[in-house]
């Protein structure tokens, strides 16, 4: 039994995971293998739509009753949308955890997506666009994905664009969701003081009846990536800089190796290598950070940091040293044992919200057909050599393979 999880399939392929925990509060999730890479050109934002939609109204309730099932009693519920998935969750006290799956199971697929509402959302979603706009340091990531996966729908953001958003009609979503939201690609999680056998009870009364919908569709692979350098002029008080390129799918055997080479460049804590060279060394910028997100069947690794518009050359320089010091230097054994260890406690310490143990096995379920076993993955990074994250820093950091994106006023360049 991995991480203590009991796992079962329904009959029409919907997989569950619950852990019972001594705790009164109740976490519990659908998660479903369809996000914004599934979209077409002309469906571009759907995925995000469909998800806001989900909340306005199912066959038997309206949308006030929607958010009131779960806040009269003091939970929550609410959702977000990936490039690979969308996921409702819940968080209630144990004695309305029925409650929480009859609601999540309603919505999901009983939604009626009533036209007058989504005239009302499309005004919503088309502010968020807006105000996502407003954010140079988040809307980089999407300009950077666009660029590095060009013409795929992975360039897709998730919010989508307003052209698009402002076609979408009741027709559209449920095409989506009748092509996309299989019943063998979705995974009931819970972590609840709620014995096995009243959850599973629950999944027959809520979840079994749901006819069977295997997926039929394939997603398209992605194509040859080019490296590219962009700089766009933008009037803000700081250079946004961004790098990196495509990196392993989530079935690679080297994504640990690459977690933690991500952890040592540029992870969380404040000894990471660029923190200590841009902001303790230099001063060059306050914030600066790598991360590493894979798909399933690609990845991307990046580098990201604000910084004085006159800056941006130099602090990219001093990046390129920190890299070409993991191509060339293999980390002594205890650099290396300080890292693992720095790693392997940052999951413990994650681990201990029940929240995010849910979503991580919820996703574990989904990708590999079982939850990741902490244990295992524990394992796995003490296996990690220093030439493991020597060949690795080689293949994903090469120079000649990265790409820039860079916003920047003109009068500093």
Same mark, same amino acid.
């Given at each position: 039994?991995?991480m203590?999880f009991?796992?079962f399939?329904?009959s029409?392929?919907?997989? &569950?995971?619950?852990?019972?925990i001594?705790?009164? &509060?109740?976490?519990c999730?659908?998660?479903?293998?369809?996000? %914004?890479?599934?979209?077409?050109?002309?469906?571009?934002?759907?995925?995000?739509?469909?998800?806001?939609?989900?909340?306005k109204g199912?066959?038997?309730?309206?949308?006030?009753? *929607?958010?009131r099932?779960?806040?009269?009693?003091?939970?929550?519920?609410?959702?977000?949308?990936t490039?690979?998935e %969308?996921?409702?969750?819940s968080?209630c006290?144990?004695?309305?955890y029925?409650r929480?799956?009859?609601?999540?199971?309603?919505i999901?697929?009983?939604?009626?997506?009533?036209?007058?509402e *989504?005239? !009302?959302?499309?005004?919503v &979603?088309?502010?968020?666009?807006? /105000?996502y706009?407003?954010?140079?340091?988040?809307?980089?990531?999407?300009?950077?994905?666009?660029?590095v996966?060009?013409g795929?729908?992975l360039a897709h953001?998730i919010l989508?664009?307003?052209?698009?958003?402002?076609s979408f009609g009741?027709?559209h979503?449920?095409r989506f969701?009748?092509?996309?939201?299989?019943? $063998?690609?979705?995974?009931?999680?819970s972590v609840?003081?709620?014995?096995?056998?009243?959850?599973?009870r629950?999944?027959?009364?809520?979840l079994?009846? *749901?006819?069977?919908n295997?997926? !039929? #569709? !394939?997603r398209?692979?992605?194509g040859?990536?080019? +490296?590219?350098?962009?700089l766009?002029?933008m009037a803000?008080?700081?250079?946004?800089c961004?790098?990196?390129? +495509?990196?392993?799918n989530?079935? /690679?055997d080297?994504?640990?190796?690459?977690?933690l080479?991500s952890?040592?460049?540029?992870? +969380?804590?404040?000894?990471s290598r660029l923190?200590?060279?841009?902001?303790?060394r230099?001063?060059?910028?306050?914030s600066v950070?790598?991360?590493?997100?894979?798909?399933s069947?690609?990845g991307?690794?990046?580098?990201s940091?604000?910084t004085?518009?006159?800056?941006?050359?130099?602090?990219?320089?001093? &990046?390129?040293?920190e890299i070409? !010091?993991?191509?060339?230097?293999?980390?002594?054994?205890?650099q290396?044992?300080?890292?693992?260890?720095?790693l392997?406690?940052q999951l413990?310490i994650? #681990?201990? #919200?029940?929240?995010?143990?849910?979503?991580?096995?919820?996703k574990?379920?989904?990708?590999?057909?079982?939850?990741?076993?902490?244990?295992?993955?524990?394992?796995?990074?003490?296996?990690?050599t220093?030439?493991?994250?020597?060949a690795v820093a080689?293949?994903?950091?090469?120079? $000649?393979s990265? #790409?820039y994106? %860079?916003?920047?006023?003109?009068?500093?360049?």
């Amino acid at each position: 039994m991995l991480m203590d999880f009991e796992l079962f399939t329904l009959s029409n392929g919907i997989k &569950v995971a619950h852990r019972r925990i001594d705790s009164p &509060v109740a976490y519990c999730c659908l998660m479903v293998n369809a996000g %914004t890479r599934d979209e077409s050109e002309q469906e571009h934002g759907l995925a995000h739509f469909i998800e806001h939609m989900m909340f306005k109204g199912t066959a038997k309730r309206r949308a006030h009753h *929607i958010l009131r099932r779960l806040d009269n009693v003091g939970g929550e519920l609410n959702a977000y949308t990936t490039k690979e998935e %969308t996921v409702v969750h819940s968080t209630c006290l144990r004695e309305d955890y029925a409650r929480a799956v009859e609601l999540i199971a309603d919505i999901v697929f009983c939604s009626a997506f009533p036209e007058r509402e *989504i005239r !009302k959302e499309q005004d919503v &979603v088309v502010d968020e666009i807006n /105000s996502y706009r407003d954010s140079p340091s988040e809307l980089i990531y999407d300009d950077f994905e666009t660029m590095v996966y060009a013409g795929h729908p992975l360039a897709h953001n998730i919010l989508g664009v307003e052209e698009s958003v402002r076609s979408f009609g009741r027709e559209h979503l449920r095409r989506f969701v009748a092509a996309h939201y299989c019943t $063998d690609q979705m995974v009931w999680c819970s972590v609840a003081d709620v014995p096995t056998w009243r959850v599973r009870r629950l999944m027959e009364q809520h979840l079994e009846p *749901i006819p069977a919908n295997r997926c !039929k #569709s !394939k997603r398209p692979p992605v194509g040859i990536y080019t +490296p590219s350098h962009r700089l766009r002029d933008m009037a803000t008080h700081q250079a946004h800089c961004l790098m990196g390129a +495509p990196a392993y799918n989530l079935h /690679s055997d080297r994504r640990h190796a690459l977690f933690l080479l991500s952890n040592i460049l540029g992870g +969380p804590g404040m000894n990471s290598r660029l923190n200590i060279a841009l902001r303790e060394r230099h001063g060059f910028a306050y914030s600066v950070e790598s991360a590493y997100q894979p798909y399933s069947d690609t990845g991307l690794f990046t580098i990201s940091f604000g910084t004085d518009p006159k800056l941006y050359q130099r602090a990219y320089g001093v &990046v390129h040293t920190e890299i070409d !010091k993991l191509q060339q230097h293999p980390l002594t054994a205890v650099q290396l044992s300080r890292a693992k260890r720095q790693l392997v406690g940052q999951l413990a310490i994650a #681990s201990e #919200s029940n929240e995010a143990l849910m979503l991580s096995a919820a996703k574990g379920f989904l990708v590999y057909d079982e939850p990741e076993d902490a244990k295992l993955i524990n394992e796995r990074i003490e296996a990690i050599t220093a030439n493991d994250l020597l060949a690795v820093a080689q293949e994903v950091l090469n120079r $000649d393979s990265l #790409s820039y994106i %860079t916003y920047v006023t003109d009068n500093a360049r």
